[in-house]
C-alpha cells in the first residue's frame, strides 16, 4: 500500500496553527526550529513511504501467529523495527541523556502520525513503548531508570502496558492480578491479563511489561492497585539478560482489524511467580498509569487523524482514475472520472476537511504540552496543562469517530471496489474500528470531558477556549467575501451551542446526572466540530494572508476550511439541541431493560 506524508500541510500546522516558534523557545528545545521540523518530517516520511507503508497490507493478509505460547510477526516487521530503532525514531521525544533527541510533542506529534498512517499495526509497538518509557521516567527510581529506559528509548526493547483482565474490562477497581512481597524489595506477580497489544513478538530482544497488581494487604477498589515492572527476559546487574521470567503468552486474539499487531493474553505465575519490581510506592499503580494511559489516549487520537488522511489519499487517487458516467451539469457527452461528480466532491471534502481540523487540533494541543512542560512561570505551565488536559479526551474521541466516518466514505468513493479487499480502502475501515474502543471508549473519554475536565473547573478552561473562539470571531468579522462571511456565521453559531452546552454540563450534572451523562457523547462531539472548526477558521485568516505566495496550497486551505463551516459545523446546532433540549433523557430512559 503506498502512503505519502502530508509533509507541507504538516508544516503549515505547526508553524502558523500550533505556534512553533513559541516551543522552540522554551528552555531545552532551543533546537527545534522550523529548519529541525522539516528535516525530521522528510526523513521520517521516507521511512514510512519506502519501509512502513508496504507492510500495511502484508500485516493484514499475513498477520501475527501464535504457536505454543511464541508469536511471530508478520514478514517484514522484525526488520522494519529494526531500521525504525536504528534511525532513532523511537527517542524522538524522550530525553537526550537517555539515549533520546529531546524533541518537542510538537514535533513528535507529525512523526508519530505518519508512522500510523503508513502502518497502524506496526507502529503500536512503538507507541506502548513510549508509553512505558513516560510512566519510568516519571514514577521509576534511578536504578530502573538507567535500567530499562536506554533500552527502550533505542528500540532494543519494548515496553507494553498491562491493565484489563478477563472480569475487569475497564473497571479497573476488578483487577485480581496479585503481588506477592519476596522479603528483598521483589514481588512474585500471578493472574491473567488481556488484550496485551504486542505482549509478545519476536520483533526485540526482551519485553518490558507494566502490569497493575494487588499487593497482599491493598484495600479494595483502585486506591488499591500498585504498579509493576515484570521483564519477559530478566535483567542482570550488568545489563545483560537472563532467564526467561514466568510470564507467558497463552493465545492471541483474532480480531476485525489491526491484524498485524499481536493482541496478546499473558499468564503471569504458572510456575512459582512472575518476578517483578515495584514502580513508586504501592497503591499508586493506576496514578502512574494514567502518566501511560493519557499519552496512549493522545496518541490514539493521532492514530485517528493518521488513517484519516491514509484513506482520504486512496479515495481522491481512485476518485481521478475511476471513470463511471456523464456529468450531471452537462459539461461533458462522455463518461468522466468521478471525482467530476458532486457528491463524490462533496464525500472527499468531507474527508479532507475533518482530517486536517482533527490534525490542527491534535498539534495545537501537543504545543499546550511542551508549554506546560518547559516554560519557566509555574502559573503559565499550570494554565496550558489544563488546556492539554482538557483537549485530551476531545482529540482523542472526536479524532477516531471521525476515522470512522472517513475510513468509511473512503470505501464509498470505491464503490463496490471499496468492498473488494484488494482495493486496501476495507483495510482502513476495518482498521479503524479499534480505535473508539482501546484507551478508553468514547464514552468514557466523554465522561472525562464532563467530570474531570468541565466539572471539575466548572466549565473555567471550556470558557477560556470560548473566549479565544471569540477572538478569531473578530478576525473573521474584518475579512470580506463570501469564505469569512460563511465561517463567521457558523463558527459563532457553534461557539454559542458549545457555550450552551457547558452550561447546562454544569448547572445540570448534580440533580440530573442521566441528563447529562446521556448527552456526554454528543458534548464530546460537539467540542470536536467547534474546537475544529475554530481551527479551520485561523488556518482561513493565515492562507488569505500567504495567498499570493503559494494560490495552489492557501487556496485550498481557504476552500476546506469553507466548506468546514457550511456543511460540518452546522452540525453543531443540532447536537445542542439534543443535549440541552426539555426532558433529553426521557426518551432514553422510557425503555425498561426487557423492552430492548
Not at 512505558?132 to 531508570?145: F, H, P, R, V, Y
Not at 489544563?386 to 470505501?411: C, D, M, Q
Not at 476495518?430 to 473547573?457: C, F, M, P, S, W
Amino acid at each position: 500500500m503506498s502512503y505519502t506524508a502530508p509533509v507541507k500541510d504538516m508544516l503549515f500546522t505547526m508553524s502558523e496553527l500550533a505556534g512553533l516558534e513559541r516551543v522552540s523557545a522554551l528552555p531545552g528545545f532551543e533546537d527545534a526550529t522550523l529548519e529541525t521540523a522539516q528535516a525530521v518530517i522528510e526523513e521520517c516520511a521516507k521511512l514510512c513511504g519506502d519501509v512502513l507503508a508496504p507492510l500495511n497490507a502484508v500485516g493484514d493478509t499475513h498477520p501475527s501467529t501464535w504457536r505454543d505460547g511464541t508469536v511471530t510477526s508478520p514478514p517484514g516487521f522484525a526488520n522494519a523495527l529494526r531500521q525504525f530503532s536504528s534511525g532513532g525514531w523511537q527517542g524522538v521525544k524522550h530525553p537526550v541523556e537517555y539515549g533520546g533527541q529531546g524533541l518537542p510533542q510538537l514535533i513528535a506529534t507529525p512523526y508519530f502520525e505518519m508512522t500510523n498512517a503508513a502502518n497502524l499495526a506496526f507502529a503500536l509497538c512503538p507507541m506502548l513503548t513510549d508509553g512505558a518509557i513516560e510512566a519510568l521516567l516519571t514514577a521509576g527510581s534511578e536504578e530502573q531508570k538507567q535500567r530499562f529506559v536506554p533500552k527502550l528509548v533505542s528500540g532494543e526493547w519494548t515496553g507494553t502496558m498491562n491493565l484489563t483482565e478477563p472480569q475487569a474490562g475497564s473497571d479497573l477497581a476488578l483487577v485480581r492480578t496479585r503481588a506477592e512481597p519476596q522479603g528483598d524489595g521483589t514481588y512474585r506477580l500471578f493472574g491473567t491479563k488481556i488484550f496485551i497489544t504486542w505482549g509478545e513478538h519476536d520483533m526485540a530482544k526482551n519485553i518490558v511489561h507494566l502490569v497493575l497488581a494487588r499487593t497482599p494487604d491493598a484495600p479494595e477498589g483502585v486506591k488499591g492497585i500498585s504498579l509493576f515492572i515484570v521483564p519477559k527476559f530478566l535483567v542482570n546487574d550488568d545489563g545483560s539478560l537472563g532467564e526467561r521470567n514466568d510470564v507467558q503468552c497463552v493465545s492471541i486474539e483474532h480480531k476485525l482489524g489491526i491484524k498485524g499487531s499481536a493482541t496478546a493474553v499473558l499468564q503471569f505465575g504458572d510456575h512459582g511467580g512472575a518476578l517483578g519490581y515495584l514502580v513508586g510506592e504501592e497503591s499508586h499503580g493506576l496514578e502512574y498509569m494514567f502518566i501511560m494511559m493519557n499519552a496512549a489516549r493522545f496518541g490514539v487520537g493521532t492514530q485517528g487523524i493518521a488513517l484519516c488522511d491514509a484513506a482520504y489519499q486512496k479515495a481522491a487517487a481512485y476518485a481521478k482514475e475511476r471513470v463511471q458516467s456523464r456529468p450531471v451539469d452537462g459539461s461533458a457527452m462522455q463518461s468522466v472520472a468521478i471525482i467530476r461528480h458532486p457528491d463524490v466532491r462533496r464525500m472527499l471534502a468531507t474527508m479532507r476537511a475533518l482530517t486536517e481540523a482533527a490534525r490542527a487540533l491534535a498539534y495545537v494541543a501537543a504545543a499546550h504540552a511542551d508549554i506546560a512542560h518547559r516554560h519557566q512561570d509555574a502559573a503559565t505551565r499550570a494554565e496550558h496543562q489544563a488546556i492539554y488536559e482538557f483537549l485530551v479526551p476531545v482529540v482523542k474521541g472526536w479524532s477516531t469517530e471521525s476515522a470512522l466516518e472517513v475510513t468509511s466514505l473512503g470505501v464509498q468513493v470505491h464503490g463496490g471496489m471499496g468492498f473488494i479487499e484488494e482495493t486496501g480502502a476495507a483495510q482502513y475501515y476495518r482498521d479503524a474500528r479499534i480505535l473508539t474502543i482501546y484507551e478508553g471508549t468514547t464514552a468514557i473519554q466523554a465522561n472525562d470531558l464532563v467530570g474531570r475536565k468541565t466539572l471539575h473547573d466548572h466549565g473555567a478552561v471550556a470558557h477560556a477556549l470560548l473566549a479565544q473562539i471569540g477572538l478569531t470571531l473578530d478576525e473573521l468579522r474584518a475579512e470580506q467575501g463570501k469564505p469569512f462571511e460563511s465561517m463567521y456565521k457558523h463558527l459563532a453559531q457553534g461557539q454559542r451551542s458549545l457555550q450552551a452546552v457547558v452550561q447546562f454540563v454544569v448547572a445540570n450534572a448534580m440533580h440530573n446526572p442521566n441528563a447529562v451523562f446521556i448527552g456526554s457523547v454528543l458534548y464530546l462531539k460537539l467540542a470536536g466540530i467547534v474546537l475544529g472548526g475554530w481551527q479551520m477558521a485561523r488556518s482561513m485568516l493565515v492562507a488569505s494572508r500567504k495567498l499570493s505566495d503559494d494560490p495552489s496550497f492557501y487556496g485550498a486551505k481557504i476552500a476546506t476550511a469553507q466548506f468546514f463551516a457550511e456543511y460540518l459545523l452546522p452540525q453543531a446546532v443540532a447536537l445542542d439541541a439534543s443535549i440541552t433540549g426539555a426532558d433529553g433523557s426521557e426518551a432514553v430512559l422510557a425503555l425498561a431493560d426487557d423492552q430492548f
